[in-house]
Nanobody, 118 residues
Framework: EVQFLESGGGLVQLGESLRLSCTAS????????MGWFRQAPGQEREEVAQ???????TYTDSVKGRFTISKDNAQNTLYLQMNSLKPEDTAVYFC????????????WGQGTQVTVSS
């Protein structure tokens, strides 16, 4: 059974930092591309960042230079370091996994709330 344990969300103020963690089990973590998504109230879910098996990372434009995605295959854990947080970063953040040849993400975490106050 695939499971994710997400943590690190919370309430912070403008300009502060958070680090999200997502520990996975039930699949071979190192064989999957991993991503972070977020969904704000009334908005569609968007991909925030992804990390590929090659080590390549990509980010949505609004977080470039502020967020960093990383993974520790030995610990089966995905991270998202979020700096200089803004109120518009407020959302539920989800980690997800997909096969490297697949377009769609197959496995999803339960989400963790990030709230940034001004």
């Amino acid at each position: 059974e695939v499971q994710f344990l997400e943590s690190g969300g919370g309430l912070v103020q403008l300009g502060e930092s958070l680090r999200l963690s997502c520990t996975a089990s039930g699949f071979v973590f190192g064989n999957y591309a991993m991503g972070w998504f977020r969904q704000a109230p009334g908005q569609e879910r968007e991909e925030v960042a992804q990390t590929l098996l090659t080590g390549t990372t990509t980010y949505t434009d609004s977080v470039k230079g502020r967020f960093t995605i990383s993974k520790d295959n030995a610990q089966n854990t995905l991270y998202l370091q979020m700096n200089s947080l803004k109120p518009e970063d407020t959302a539920v953040y989800f980690c997800a996994a997909r096969s490297p040849w697949a377009r769609d993400y197959k496995f999803w975490g339960q989400g963790t709330q990030v709230t940034v106050s001004s």
